[in-house]
């Protein structure tokens, strides 16, 4: 992952001037931040405890009350700091912090802010939350090792402004198209039923009709009914797409529906032939009655629940834990030959790094104290617990042990333990920085991860043809701006159009006009913002 780009300088040149001044722009009149403490030359553990206030979001399987989890409970001991939050779960969240953004109830900061760049450039230029390369020069020795360890995320989370706004979360486990993230939506295929049927592993998109065909017909489960469910997925929902099986035909697909090519021009894959050919194969089994009715509707809990039962034959996820679990009677399937006979892997535009993790607020009076606690979450051993969870928890299942002699934290076995849950349950999000060096040094790889790296390179890093990914780009307000508005349109139409192709067919009779649609939406003004970003990022 690093150096893999020549990446923007620190400072670049820009039109767009924020104010996002310390103390500017928001009334902080009904402000719920702390009033100045008057601690110069902090160090930790405070000698008297004090509080700060945050706000954040948790997973509803994780407590309602943060500071009961236990690694929490150790920051406060370490510190000396007790943290007042508001904590909202995740589907409430962005409506509650958007909501005190607007009406000034700012807290000190916010942790697992999940601010998109949109939303770090806009709240910085009313003032709402500060600029903080200052603070890291001053206050921040953890973070700072960061930075000059792998200089490259320093670019990526600088503004073109040239001030940087927030703090990330930064997870490597591999780089370049050898990163955990290249592929996301894999697919994973019922070897059971493939054995009792006598049936080879498919190696073309045909032999895969004819698999799904025999998963509908010849009753694998062998309970007497027609009660299998051949193929499944979550259309336009990420790693839940059959998105993989699109680069059969052509350059493939993925979930911002970009890839680049070797010579660095970004393509819109939902303009291309080889999509419009992958969506008439996708119809073809949907004729077939091998797709899941539930398919082009169904919510992730209604998938999980078929997938534990063990009802499909082929479906798609990030890892078959998740869905149906740990065991033997899932695989992976290897990407198919298309008609042409070649074998080609899309890359995701996955990237282990959230610019948004967290922010400090223009209403906090105590950024010394703020910064030094926030760089704690920088130390090694306290990034791998922030995202993964904890040791020593007596109450529940633990994700580590900790090897005081090595200072080491080691993954525990899960046990068929989904790891999603697990760690939603005790880990907290970020920020946090996960680098590849820390592996077999602060800790070890999840086994999860491990076993999902083996098996990308084993199986889909061999046929990757293009070698670039679209990089998490930095742009300007004013191009973020018009990006997004161009793709409320531009993608509701597009997966709209994927779902009704793939369910009615008709995609020959519809697809000129489907282009010109397409540019009528602004295509060509979304692409070319995409082309210039990825130019100054990857180019300069």
Same mark, same amino acid.
């Not at 992952?1 to 400072?11: A, G, N």
């Not at 979450?377 to 995202?387: G, I, K, R, T």
């Given at each position: 992952?690093?150096?893999?780009?020549?990446?923007?300088?620190?400072?670049?040149?820009?039109?767009?001037?924020?104010?996002?001044?310390?103390?500017?722009?928001?009334?902080?009149?009904?402000?719920?931040?702390?009033?100045?403490?008057?601690?110069?030359?902090?160090?930790?553990?405070?000698?008297?405890?004090?509080?700060? !206030?945050?706000?954040?979001?948790?997973?509803?399987?994780?407590?309602?009350?943060?500071?009961?989890?236990?690694?929490?409970?150790?920051?406060?001991?370490?510190?000396?700091?007790?943290?007042?939050?508001?904590?909202?779960?995740?589907?409430? /969240?962005?409506?509650?912090?958007?909501?005190?953004?607007?009406?000034?109830?700012?807290?000190?900061? =916010?942790?697992?802010?999940?601010?998109?760049?949109?939303?770090?450039?806009?709240?910085?230029?009313?003032?709402?939350?500060?600029?903080?390369?200052?603070? =890291?020069?001053?206050?921040?020795?953890?973070?700072?090792?960061?930075?000059?360890?792998?200089?490259?995320?320093?670019?990526?989370?600088?503004? *073109?402004?040239?001030?940087?706004?927030?703090?990330?979360?930064?997870?490597?486990?591999?780089?370049?198209?050898?990163?955990?993230?290249?592929?996301?939506?894999?697919?994973?295929?019922?070897?059971?039923?493939?054995?009792?049927?006598?049936?080879?592993?498919?190696?073309?998109?045909?032999?895969?009709?004819?698999?799904?065909?025999?998963?509908?017909?010849?009753?694998?489960?062998?309970?007497?009914?027609?009660?299998?469910? *051949?193929?499944?997925?979550?259309?336009?929902?990420?790693?839940?797409?059959?998105?993989?099986?699109?680069?059969?035909?052509?350059?493939?697909?993925?979930?911002?529906?970009?890839?680049?090519?070797?010579?660095?021009?970004?393509?819109?894959?939902?303009?291309?032939?080889? %999509?419009?050919?992958?969506?008439?194969?996708?119809?073809?089994?949907?004729?077939?009655?091998? =797709?899941?009715?539930?398919?082009?509707? !169904?919510?992730?809990?209604?998938?999980?629940?078929?997938?534990?039962?063990?009802?499909?034959?082929?479906?798609?996820?990030?890892?078959?834990?998740?869905?149906?679990?740990?065991?033997?009677?899932?695989?992976?399937?290897? *990407?198919?030959?298309?008609?042409?006979?070649?074998?080609?892997?899309?890359?995701?535009?996955? /990237?282990?790094?959230? $610019?948004?993790?967290?922010?400090?607020?223009?209403?906090?009076?105590?950024?010394?104290?703020?910064?030094?606690?926030?760089?704690?979450?920088?130390?090694?051993? !306290?990034?791998?617990?922030?995202?993964?969870?904890?040791?020593?928890?007596?109450?529940?299942?633990?994700?580590?042990?900790?090897?005081?002699?090595?200072?080491?934290?080691?993954?525990?076995?899960?046990?068929?333990?989904?790891?999603?849950?697990?760690?939603?349950?005790?880990?907290?999000?970020?920020?946090?920085?996960?680098?590849?060096?820390?592996?077999?040094?602060?800790?070890?790889?999840?086994?999860?991860?491990?076993?999902?790296?083996?098996?990308?390179?084993?199986?889909?890093? *061999?046929?990757?043809?293009?070698?670039? /990914? %679209?990089?998490?780009?930095?742009?300007?307000?004013?191009?973020?701006?018009?990006?997004?508005?161009?793709?409320?349109?531009? /993608?509701?139409?597009?997966?709209?159009?994927?779902?009704?192709?793939?369910?009615?067919?008709?995609?020959?009779?519809?697809?000129?006009?489907?282009?010109?649609?397409?540019?009528?939406?602004?295509?060509?003004?979304?692409? !070319?913002?995409?082309?210039?970003?990825?130019? $100054?990022?990857?180019?300069?």
């Amino acid at each position: 992952m690093k150096k893999v780009y020549k990446f923007l300088s620190v400072f670049l040149a820009s039109s767009l001037m924020l104010t996002g001044c310390i103390g500017g722009g928001k009334d902080k009149s009904n402000s719920s931040a702390t009033e100045d403490l008057g601690l110069k030359d902090v160090s930790f553990p405070l000698k008297e405890k004090v509080t700060l !206030q945050f706000m954040t979001q948790s997973s509803a399987l994780a407590p309602k009350d943060p500071n009961e989890k236990l690694i929490y409970k150790r920051l406060e001991e370490q510190t000396g700091v007790h943290i007042k939050w508001k904590n909202y779960t995740k589907d409430q /969240f962005i409506e509650k912090r958007n909501l005190a953004l607007a009406s000034g109830e700012l807290p000190d900061a =916010i942790m697992d802010a999940a601010f998109s760049d949109y939303d770090l450039l806009k709240y910085a230029k009313d003032g709402t939350i500060i600029p903080v390369e200052d603070l =890291i020069e001053k206050y921040m020795p953890n973070f700072q090792k960061v930075l000059e360890q792998a200089p490259e995320y320093e670019s990526l989370i600088t503004a *073109p402004d040239g001030h940087i706004y927030s703090f990330p979360w930064i997870e490597e486990l591999g780089s370049g198209k050898h990163r955990i993230q290249v592929v996301d939506c894999l697919p994973w295929i019922n070897v059971e039923w493939l054995n009792k049927l006598g049936l080879k592993m498919p190696t073309t998109t045909e032999e895969l009709k004819e698999v799904l065909i025999a998963f509908k017909t010849k009753d694998p489960n062998g309970n007497g009914k027609a009660d299998e469910i *051949p193929l499944s997925f979550m259309v336009n929902h990420g790693g839940e797409d059959p998105a993989s099986l699109f680069a059969a035909f052509g350059l493939g697909d993925n979930w911002d529906h970009t890839v680049v090519t070797n010579d660095g021009k970004v393509v819109f894959t939902a303009a291309e032939e080889g %999509y419009k050919e992958a969506l008439k194969f996708m119809h073809e089994l949907n004729e077939l009655g091998l =797709i899941d009715v539930e398919a082009y509707e !169904q919510d992730w809990d209604k998938y999980v629940a078929k997938g534990k039962d063990q009802k499909y034959g082929l479906y798609f996820t990030w890892d078959k834990a998740n869905i149906s679990g740990m065991n033997d009677k899932y695989d992976i399937m290897p *990407p198919l030959a298309g008609p042409s006979g070649e074998v080609n892997v899309a890359q995701t535009n996955g /990237f282990g790094l959230d $610019r948004g993790r967290m922010v400090i607020t223009s209403a906090n009076k105590n950024l010394e104290l703020t910064a030094k606690w926030i760089d704690k979450m920088y130390e090694p051993l !306290q990034s791998v617990q922030n995202n993964w969870g904890t040791y020593g928890d007596t109450k529940q299942q633990n994700i580590f042990e900790l090897d005081k002699t090595a200072g080491m934290l080691k993954h525990l076995p899960l046990k068929g333990t989904a790891p999603v849950e697990l760690r939603e349950k005790t880990n907290i999000g970020g920020p946090l920085a996960i680098l590849d060096e820390y592996y077999g040094k602060y800790t070890t790889k999840p086994d999860d991860a491990a076993w999902r790296l083996d098996l990308l390179e084993e199986y889909y890093v *061999p046929h990757i043809k293009a070698e670039n /990914f %679209y990089p998490p780009v930095f742009f300007s307000l004013e191009d973020t701006e018009e990006k997004a508005k161009i793709e409320t349109d531009l /993608f509701e139409y597009v997966n709209r159009k994927r779902t009704e192709w793939m369910k009615n067919g008709n995609i020959d009779k519809e697809w000129n006009e489907y282009l010109k649609e397409l540019d009528r939406l602004g295509l060509k003004t979304w692409l !070319q913002i995409k082309q210039d970003g990825y130019d $100054r990022t990857v180019k300069k």
